[in-house]
């Protein structure tokens, strides 16, 4: 049982220190395994680049390796736990989190303080149930947060102390609601670290690379591979050791020092030995962005620094008036990378530090200059028209057929009349609907006019008893067609919804109610239109949202199916679902720029790293607490926590990590050449 460190600063090569610390440990341990964790979002990147150097270096066309296994730390928990019975529970998705905290601030309104106002606001059942995962996650217990509360009951902090009493009541409810029916992130971590304690570990060999921190259950897990596996090794950017004390927060090096200083420490604990630092030496990116790090190193330590070297081009600045010249000025710049200096469009990453000042630009030019592309940011589903639907079908009998429920619910596309068994033309539904939605403004009908008799299209006014004209009666045709297919569809769906007694029965109507009304084909309709016009990530967007759905009605009805129904209620529940929901995406070729946001972890396989937005305003970005605990919280609220437990950083701490966090994105990746791009 041994901890090595490998260390180095960010344009250092680690990769190919560890992978000779690998081919070491092959030769000297026969029976080695050799695990290389990752973070998760980097993982595929990871597998195929380490595989391909193992590949190189033993010379080979084709490798096949048994004896080492790419992996993150969701995926080690599948490696070791897979037939375990715990591992084999349902996940509890984000928004079947968001469901459970609704329904508990419901059940347990009468016994919160300050929570009782705060759920009917947007957005904070999302934030609440955001807080308890990262309490579960940060080893932190209701009884833990019980515990801190009672500490503190007699402080003069009235606001920490009501959020602590809220807190511990909803977590308590959350715990015991998901015990032994659920396995979430941290449940799987704290499974996975008394698996491992358990395992025969004598010759398994852990590499963790790619990390800057860890959480509580991360650390736990760590804790366990200390004690029973073979050697732990772990790489860090970072210039030096801290043995003795911790960092400061102002250090260039803050986090990493900060997981060397704690590993260091727990080593000691566990009667491991430590073996002597290893430091990567070669350089991984060019002599100008070596340069460009030794600057910012000896400018945060507030040293004067001398450009001694002449540079050679692999640094450029550039500023343009706009965003949009700014966006066009990079794809112009990466045509003509390709065309005429032999890069490929996966050589290219391209980081911005927000993406939605972009997000209405990016696509139309990246499409208008021929470059395939690839987001690689989360989406959510809130927006799809299905969401849509779902909201409007049950806000129109609330509302009494409101003109804007009754468009919003007809606008998503997603109903429509069917003739000969076969769906109305998309582009006559459109003029067809258009003409309704005239009608009804004209008139202002609601309930009463939708489920009334016929509508009569009149050119001027109801006054108007002249001739009428063919086109007059076409129309009047056509805004019946919308309404009349209103009038069927909707009314039995409402009249059995009302008479639906428990959670599960009207689970089960409004599921039976969107397959027969044709929702279901609609929605395949579209993702064979997307995958015929060639847009794969657009067609997995479809089924992905139908999909969720059907989970939050199965986690409905698992959580509140045998509860008396509540219209309200159960729409609040699928919205609250919906908030937490996210796209799953995988890019649709290898040959693609990756545009990605610069708070992500990015593999190191880029030739060219381009910066759009490199502005004062975003360096140093302001820091927002996204928690329901403040950094004075934080303050009050650590001391009474186990020394296992950390909280994240607060804001301070953040903004003292900024300057880091910049270096690892102009060097994160492998540039050769960095270009900054900057709109005035």
């Not at 004598?202 to 800057?212: K, Q």
């Amino acid at each position: 049982m041994s901890l090595n460190f490998v260390l180095g600063t960010a344009a250092k090569d680690h990769q190919t220190l560890l992978l000779e610390q690998i081919k070491n440990i092959s030769q000297t341990d026969p029976k080695a395994k050799i695990y290389y964790i990752v973070p998760n979002h980097i993982k595929f990147a990871a597998e195929v680049s380490v595989l391909d150097q193992l590949r190189q270096s033993r010379d080979q066309d084709l490798l096949a390796a048994t004896d080492i296994q790419i992996l993150s730390f969701s995926r080690l928990a599948w490696y070791f736990m897979k037939n375990d019975p715990s591992y084999q529970l349902p996940r509890l998705s984000a928004a079947g989190a968001n469901m459970l905290v609704h329904k508990i601030l419901r059940t347990k309104n009468d016994e919160l303080t300050i929570f009782k106002s705060e759920q009917t606001q947007t957005g904070f059942v999302s934030q609440l149930a955001g807080q308890l995962i990262e309490l579960s996650l940060a080893l932190i217990t209701s009884e833990d947060l019980w515990h801190s509360y009672e500490m503190l009951e007699q402080s003069k902090d009235t606001d920490l102390v009501a959020k602590l009493h809220d807190l511990s009541i909803v977590y308590r409810e959350f715990e015991q609601h998901i015990q032994g029916k659920y396995l979430g992130t941290a449940n799987m971590l704290e499974a996975l670290a008394k698996k491992l304690a358990q395992s025969e570990l004598s010759h398994s060999y852990f590499i963790l690379d790619g990390f800057s921190q860890f959480n509580a259950g991360e650390y736990q897990i760590i804790t366990s591979l200390l004690q029973n596996a073979e050697q732990v090794t772990v790489s860090l950017v970072l210039d030096r050791p801290y043995v003795h004390h911790a960092p400061e927060a102002s250090e260039l090096f803050y986090r990493s020092g900060q997981v060397y200083y704690r590993l260091y420490q727990l080593a000691r604990q566990e009667h491991v030995k430590v073996m002597v630092d290893s430091f990567a030496k070669q350089d991984r990116v060019s002599a100008d962005l070596v340069t460009l790090e030794d600057y910012w190193i000896a400018s945060n330590d507030l040293k004067p620094f001398t450009l001694t070297p002449k540079l050679q081009g692999d640094l450029q600045l550039i500023e343009a008036d706009d965003r949009l010249e700014e966006v066009k000025c990079l794809a112009t710049k990466i045509r003509q990378m390709v065309l005429l200096e032999g890069y490929r469009y996966q050589d290219f990453l391209l980081l911005t530090r927000h993406l939605d000042p972009y997000k209405n630009i990016l696509q139309p030019t990246f499409e208008q200059f021929e470059i395939p592309f690839f987001t690689d940011l989360q989406k959510k589903m809130s927006d799809h028209p299905l969401v849509e639907l779902i909201q409007a079908l049950f806000l129109v009998e609330q509302r009494n057929y409101r003109y804007e429920d009754m468009m919003r619910l007809l606008k998503t596309e997603l109903l429509l009349p069917k003739c000969e068994g076969k769906f109305m033309p998309l582009a006559e539904y459109r003029q067809a609907l258009d003409l309704a939605e005239n009608q009804v403004l004209k008139f202002g009908y609601r309930k009463k006019g939708w489920l009334g008799e016929d509508w009569v299209y009149y050119r001027f006014g109801t006054s108007d008893f002249g001739a009428r004209t063919k086109n007059e009666d076409e129309i009047t045709a056509k805004i019946n067609l919308i309404k009349n297919y209103v009038k069927e569809l909707l009314p039995p769906f409402y009249a059995k919804l009302a008479k639906a007694s428990t959670g599960k029965a009207a689970a089960s109507l409004l599921y039976e109610f969107l397959v027969d009304a044709g929702v279901v084909e609609q929605l395949d309709l579209w993702r064979k239109q997307a995958l015929k016009a060639g847009k794969v990530d657009a067609s997995t967007r479809e089924e992905q949202v139908w999909g969720t759905f059907c989970d939050l009605l199965d986690e409905y009805v698992e959580i509140l199916g045998e509860q008396p129904f509540e219209p309200q209620d159960f729409l609040d529940l699928l919205q609250a679902g919906f908030e937490g929901a996210t796209y799953s995406q995988v890019p649709t070729t290898l040959d693609q720029v990756v545009i990605s946001e610069s708070g992500m972890v990015q593999p190191n396989d880029k030739k060219v790293v381009m910066l759009l937005g490199a502005t004062d305003l975003v360096m140093p970005d302001v820091a927002v607490s996204e928690g329901l605990f403040s950094d004075h919280d934080k303050e009050m609220l650590q001391p009474t926590l186990s020394e296992t437990s950390y909280l994240p950083d607060d804001t301070e701490h953040v903004l003292a990590n900024e300057p880091f966090f910049e270096l690892s994105c102009l060097l994160d990746a492998d540039p050769k050449t960095l270009f900054e791009l900057s709109a005035k």
